[in-house]
């Protein structure tokens, strides 16, 4: 052989073998993203000839609800999703379409469809069994009960909003309902024109069914916010425990504007120094401005980030639209700031989350919606540990909370007492709120409530935001209660 004949000879051999090197490479380690990719028309052309595993609720003791399945189109071997509850769970399930998927459909997409790379084992199993490849099941942590009584009561009240439910002891998430909300069957037909003609009429609705509320949408948290307020007073030692007192005059000019705050309708709080438990179960504006001004806008800013605010990064596993509360170095800005009305936006999750971490004594826990994962042969493969987000309040500081929230729902003078926040063997704490919302109404005021029970042993706290509801006691807080109820199992 002469030399130029074996150059080229060398040369495809190790062409040949980086080839092998390659194929073998893929295969064994770029195979499950290749298949995830939505140019790869096998893949495509393949997800509807076998069954996507199931979406299941499985928070309450009474037993798992099926939210999602695929069923087989009679006469053909092809699968087609389908929603039994529909609209109840759509902000929770989202959709899975021929053009793509949202909600779980979307996070777990690849446990639903059995691509994920710890699902290769049993995938490669199904083919020596000779039985059809399955995707995997997936537990939620939503509870039934809790989750149609929240989506019943946001229906009843035909306004658009929001309610989420959380384990304050884990951050599972026992509820999330939005409304408007929309039927995710319309997204399951195989027709493409169909589809598109569903997906146009969803998008041009004025009400913005497809909107998750819960978690994608922001509203100004009103009085809600001197929890943080209070938290970040007791933890920079402004205030020293629920009864201390601070000053809340009738009116309190803001400094540097022409702006004259009061309380609602005017009304004095106390003595005009009463303690801060009075003066949060009362609701008293003026208290909470000077307090915030006290303790400072950057203080304000830290404590409200460490409540899981100004996180653009938080999912679970469903992305989360940050809550925000800025920065403020201005007297003026940092009072209303401080109540709750400058430029504080929160998610419905956000409220549920605040509850939570009092009611967890300072320990706020990341939420989740995903409990188990289950292969097709009925192993787990995936399964939820429960984590600490951040601790944005001492133990010390979360029991003054606690007596603080309690008093609102408790004493009869509190803004949350009342028939609408009474359940017979359950004492709730709360905290209420009536947030303008940039709309020159007071009866299209925001109505927004967060709470936790059993104040003694707390199971469960909530987050409800309605939009133009008015008052957070009226509109937002007997939804709350409705959904505790359910939950606890109490008529």
Known sequence: MNRALLRVSLACLVLFLLLMVNVNYVQAFESASLANKPGNIRVFNQQFQYQRGAIIAGGDTGGDTMIAESRLIKGTNTYRRYYPYGPVYAPVTGYDSIYGATGIEAAENSQLSGTAPGLDVHNLISLFTGKPKQGARVYLTISPKAQQAAYSQLTATGRPGAVVAMDPSTGAILAMASYPTFDPNAYTTLNGIKLDQNDQRLRSEPSQPLLNRAINATYPPGSTFKIVTSSTAFSTHKVANSNS?????????????????????????????????????????????????????????????????????????????????????????????????????????????????????????????????????????????????????????????????????????????????????????????????????????????????????????????????????????????????AYLGIK
């Open 245 to 485: 007192t601070v000053p809340a005059p009738t009116s309190f000019p803001l400094p540097g504007s022409t702006t004259v705050l009061i309380n609602n309708d005017g009304e004095s709080c106390g003595d005009g120094n009463p303690p801060i438990i009075q003066a949060f179960y009362l609701s008293c504006n003026t208290a909470f401005a000077k307090l915030g001004i006290k303790v400072g806008g950057s203080a304000l800013h830290t404590y409200a980030t460490e409540f899981g605010m100004n996180n653009p990064d938080l999912k679970i596993p469903l992305p989360v639209s940050a809550s925000v509360v800025p920065a403020q170095t201005d007297p003026d800005y940092t009072a209303l700031t401080a109540i709750g009305q400058f430029n504080d936006n929160v998610t419905p999750l956000q409220e549920a989350m605040m509850a939570a971490a009092v009611a967890n004594n300072g320990a706020l826990m990341t939420p989740y919606l995903v409990q188990q994962v289950q292969a097709p042969d009925l192993t787990t493969v995936q399964s939820a540990q429960p984590t600490v987000l951040s601790r944005p309040i001492t133990p010390q500081a979360a029991s003054s909370l606690q007596q603080l929230m309690t008093a609102v729902v408790q004493n009869p003078a509190g803004t949350g007492y009342g028939e609408n926040t009474s359940v017979a063997g359950v004492e709730i704490a709360g905290k209420t709120g009536t947030a303008q919302n940039g709309v020159n109404n007071t009866s299209l005021n925001d109505a927004v409530f967060t709470c936790f029970a059993p104040v003694s042993n707390p199971k469960i706290a909530v987050g409800v935001i309605i939009q133009g509801g008015g008052y957070g006691a009226a509109a937002a807080a007997p939804i709350a209660v409705k959904v505790i109820q």
